[in-house]
């Protein structure tokens, strides 16, 4: 390609971009998980809506552009594009959204896109709106160069935080269309910093689910029943202590850890030497803070290491309603990553035998899994993408590629992995420092996304070429 001819392109590209991008942020397409209601509330149809008129509006003469729709499932968005060559590719992104989250700056809101120098603000820009834009850019600006690529299919699909659910469903409907697929490039992945492509080789799996300590019918009088009857605090506390180390963190079940591939460990080495301290100090921790271990460790330890947080809890009344009463329950949602190897309908099967274990006398613990997606773990890569990936890096960031795992979760690629154990992946994304999706003052760093563009078109090339 002529490197100069498609920065050009991508420029233009983006800068039409930006207007569809914002009203995209500002339509609530929380995922069916957040939203039981998402049908008949109507905004993820919008999200739709708005992709599809603007894929349209775009696409060249002989894309299919489509949205499909499986009786009481979330559509999908399906665009079929015609290429040279039998050897497949399958671009993935998806458009629903994590929900507001507390937390955002003033004047920034997540249904309200922001522009500011490089970093455009709202729920959604950066995980994954940007993904189907980005996709479709990188294809034209080949078209416009006339140079050619595989047959390529964009899937862009509206579950993905509820945990890609039904898109199995929608795989089955479409196998005949999509085929094997040889290369699979996502574009729902994060990054170390924003000056070099980083490919993600390994995802942590994610079991989420309820747990809940039932002790009485009714509150009743804590100084009259405290001392026989127990509380249901310190009952979730004592199963908890059962799944982690609650002095270290550390993950106590078996089940829950795995061994670290060589190569997975060399390349954290490589990774922690790049961020060095940024591997911590990128969080907004409350206090100033400084951690002993290596960064190396760290990035094994958020990749490749189990962990546990509770996200929500019930039972507990707000601090200005709370009095002297042994509650009735207490309840607690708890999300629980899991290394790349590990099944996840296991894991939360032992999670849920280690919690509900030997319950006290006239109570009830029970813990109800609501989601459990296997991580992934990178087939070898082929030399030739493996020069594909340092080439585009190069050529649009101006310094090498990185590989690195994340501790995030994208249930789709557990899933393709299995499916297709041929295929080669390329799993990227713009999730990178501060970007903060799933957490307030979520951004898209525009500049990324527009390199990105760039690596991913040269990616196709380059893939073309040798097949
Ligand atoms: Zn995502």
């Not at 490197?3 to 420029?11: A, C, G, H, M, P």
């Not at 957040?34 to 003469?61: M, T």
């Not at 729902?188 to 492509?197: A, V």
């Not at 039972?315 to 309603?321: C, I, Q």
């Amino acid at each position: 390609m002529n490197t100069s001819k498609s920065k050009e392109f991508i420029d233009y590209s983006w800068k039409q971009i930006l207007d569809p991008l914002c009203e995209y942020i500002a339509i609530p397409a929380k995922s069916p998980a957040f939203d039981p209601n998402w049908e008949s509330r109507g905004a993820i149809e919008r999200a739709v809506q708005l992709i599809y008129d603007w894929c349209k509006d775009h696409a060249a003469e002989d894309w299919g552009v489509n949205v499909v729709r499986l009786e009481g499932r979330t559509p999908l968005i399906w665009i079929e594009i015609p290429g040279k060559g039998d050897s497949k590719v399958l671009l993935y992104g998806h458009i629903d959204k994590q929900p507001e989250m507390t937390g955002w700056d003033s004047g920034l809101g997540p249904w309200k896109p922001v522009l500011s120098g490089d970093r455009l603000y709202g729920r959604g820009g950066a995980d994954d709106g940007y993904a189907v834009f980005a996709s479709v850019a990188a294809l034209k600006a080949l078209h416009e160069q006339g140079i050619p690529h595989s047959p390529c299919s964009i899937l862009i699909e509206a579950c993905e935080e509820s945990g890609s659910y039904d898109l199995p469903f929608y795989i089955d409907h479409l196998a005949q269309v999509v085929g094997e697929p040889e290369l699979v490039i996502c574009l729902d992945s994060g990054c170390g910093n924003y000056e070099q492509l980083w490919c993600t080789t390994s995802l942590r799996g994610v079991v989420s689910g309820i747990l809940s300590v039932e002790v009485l019918d009714e509150g009743v009088h804590s100084g009259d029943a405290g001392g026989i009857v127990p509380s249901s605090f310190r009952l979730l506390r004592k199963a908890l202590s059962r799944l982690e180390n609650e002095k270290t963190g550390e993950i106590l079940l078996d089940e829950l850890k795995g061994e670290i591939p060589g190569d997975r460990i060399a390349q954290a080495n490589l990774s922690g030497k790049i961020l060095g301290q940024n591997v911590y100090k990128r969080f907004p921790f409350a206090e100033p803070c400084s951690v002993e271990e290596k960064p190396a460790e760290l990035i094994l330890k958020r990749t490749w290491g189990p962990s546990l947080e509770i996200t929500g809890a019930s039972g507990l009344p707000s601090l200005e309603e709370a009095g002297n009463v042994l509650r009735t329950q207490t309840s607690a949602k708890l999300s629980i990553r899991t290394p790349p190897q590990i099944n996840a309908e296991s894991a939360a099967r032992a999670i849920r035998r280690s919690l509900e274990a030997s319950p006290e006398s006239g109570t009830r613990v029970s813990f109800s899994s609501e989601m459990a997606a296997s991580g992934w773990n990178s087939p070898r890569l082929a030399p030739w993408l493996e020069a594909s990936l340092r080439e585009a890096s190069n050529t649009w960031f101006d310094r090498p590629a990185v590989m690195m795992g994340e501790g995030g979760t994208i249930p789709f690629m557990g899933m393709l992995g299995e499916r297709y154990p041929n295929a080669q992946f390329v799993i990227t994304g713009v999730l990178g420092p501060g970007s903060n999706a799933h957490g307030p003052n979520e951004f898209l760093h525009l500049p990324t996304a527009q390199k990105l563009t760039g690596c991913i078109a040269q990616i196709l090339e380059l893939h073309q070429e040798r097949s």
